[in-house]
């Protein structure tokens, strides 16, 4: 009788065992299939927004959208869609007038414990636009109008027909300018951001801000309406490191710091900032030193100017925002190794989608130096160790980077007393020549800090410090 009641215990434990592993098996695959669907779903996002830039490229405004076809063909319906279990939704991005960003994300429950999400981002340009930009003769250029603040000007972005300026710390710090009509910039609306706003980036309808506020290092200014930009939600890193940099792709924050007072507070963070009022972080690095400029490439790398001595270039692969690495640095000597770099600018030199090529600035010292980092893991020089001396500006702080002209032209922002603004034609990066100077004239001078290009008005916006009342904050410098 025992051995019956031991057999048949034993039996119902072999087949509970089994059934285990089935049915773990059976969840197993169809967590894959759910991750493999979804990864089909985002691509067909990618595709729709595809098919609608070809036909229609004013038909991809900036924001969140959901998909519906209509008479056999794509269009936007909603903020969303939701095919089968899944949500997709595709956030579109400004770059400049003619290019956008999109991320097509698709999240489900994966299990009753936990849920999924796949993204996937691709980059869509007015090809038609492009093919016959309008262009001036940038070889001569001329300052063609201002705005004048109490604050001293640190950064610029532009999307479309708007221009944001951020400025020190103050009351309206925050400022929304028009300039479809760029000889006469109106100001449209302003909001206050407690600090100093030290960088910003725009990605559809929000502008993320990284600022001197030690509670509150990135902020989100919701710009929908233009004329009352609105405060959303912000997120406060550990120590008191300021915010200093900042790059967004997508919902995807990227922010750099300066070394916290708190030994071990790290100084490159990730946030998911799909919800605009609840940022949420998704991964930190400590690197030790301030990250004075950052730009995350298509292919997940975030390439950094940074105040490392042996590491001013600091390339982080942030594919996996968990678990994010250093693969590659390089140690620029030039005049002294002791400057900061202060701004990078990176971009595609062979038409692929991926960016190949990084370009640094460094402080006090007047000159760039352009990289090949086809292999991020292993940047490379173009040009000689001490790099390219920019004609005319001396040992000159050079404060920020900006590409034009697709990646022809690159604009530099300085202090330097007759030539705040100068564009370098790097056709050949090998070879860089001036093209222009800009002196910005006043009773004493202009430093330029920041620059943006905006394509629609073929306009130069450059803000800066303002020692005197003839210097404007914001300047707009037409090609003549």
Do not use: C
């Amino acid at each position: 009788m025992i051995e019956a009641l031991l057999a048949g215990s034993l039996l119902a434990l072999v087949v509970f065992i089994l059934s285990g592993i089935l049915i773990f098996g059976q969840e197993s695959s169809r967590i894959a299939g759910d991750s493999q669907r979804a990864t089909a779903l985002a691509e067909e996002g990618l595709e729709a927004v595809r098919s609608m830039s070809e036909a229609s490229f004013s038909s991809l405004t900036a924001g969140p959208h959901g998909l519906a076809v209509s008479g056999g063909k794509w269009q936007f319906l909603g903020t969303q869609d939701y095919p089968e279990i899944f949500t997709r939704s595709l956030i579109i991005s400004d770059l400049d007038a003619n290019t956008k960003a999109v991320t097509s994300t698709v999240s489900w429950a994966a299990s009753s414990q936990r849920n999924g999400s796949i993204s996937l981002t691709s980059r869509f340009t007015n090809w038609r636009r492009i093919g016959s930009p309008v262009m001036g003769n940038w070889a001569s250029t001329t300052v063609a109008a201002g705005y004048n603040a109490t604050l001293n000007g640190r950064v610029v972005r532009v999307s479309g027909n708007y221009a944001y300026v951020g400025l020190v710390s103050g009351a309206n710090n925050f400022k929304v300018f028009d300039i479809s009509s760029p000889a006469t910039p109106s100001l449209v609306g302003q909001t206050t951001v407690a600090g100093n706003i030290n960088d910003m980036e725009v990605s559809g309808n929000y502008v993320y801000v990284a600022s001197t506020d030690n509670t509150n290092e990135m902020r989100i200014v919701d710009v929908t309406t233009k004329t009352a930009p609105t405060l959303r939600g912000s997120y406060q890193a550990a120590g008191y490191g300021d915010g200093l940099s900042v790059d967004v792709i997508g919902t995807t924050v990227y922010l750099g710091r300066a070394p916290s007072a708190i030994l071990g507070q790290n100084e490159f963070y990730i946030i998911d900032a799909a919800s605009s009022t609840a940022p949420a972080l998704l991964g930190s690095l400590n690197l030790i030193d301030s990250v004075f400029d950052i730009q995350v490439s298509f292919d997940s790398y975030a390439y950094l100017a940074t105040s490392g001595n042996t590491s001013e270039l600091n390339i982080l692969n942030v594919s996996n925002p968990a678990v994010i690495s250093s693969v590659g640095t390089f140690n620029i000597v030039g005049s002294n190794t002791g400057r900061n770099a202060w701004s990078v600018a990176i971009f595609d030199s062979n038409t692929d989608g991926i960016e190949d090529r990084a370009i640094v600035a460094r402080t006090a010292e007047g000159r760039l130096w352009p990289f090949n980092v086809s292999n991020p893991a292993s940047p490379s020089l173009i040009i000689s160790p001490n790099g390219y001396t920019v004609p005319g500006i001396g040992a000159a702080n050079i404060t920020y980077l900006e590409l034009f002209n697709s990646n022809k032209y690159l604009a530099l922002a300085t202090n330097a007393a007759t030539a705040e603004v100068v564009i370098v034609d790097i056709t050949t990066l090998a070879s860089p020549t001036v093209l222009s100077t800009t002196n910005i004239a006043g009773a004493s001078n202009f430093a330029a800090e920041g620059l943006a290009y905006a394509a629609g008005v073929d306009r130069l916006l450059t803000v800066g410090t303002r020692i005197a009342t003839n210097n404007y904050s914001l300047v707009i410098i037409k090609p003549n």
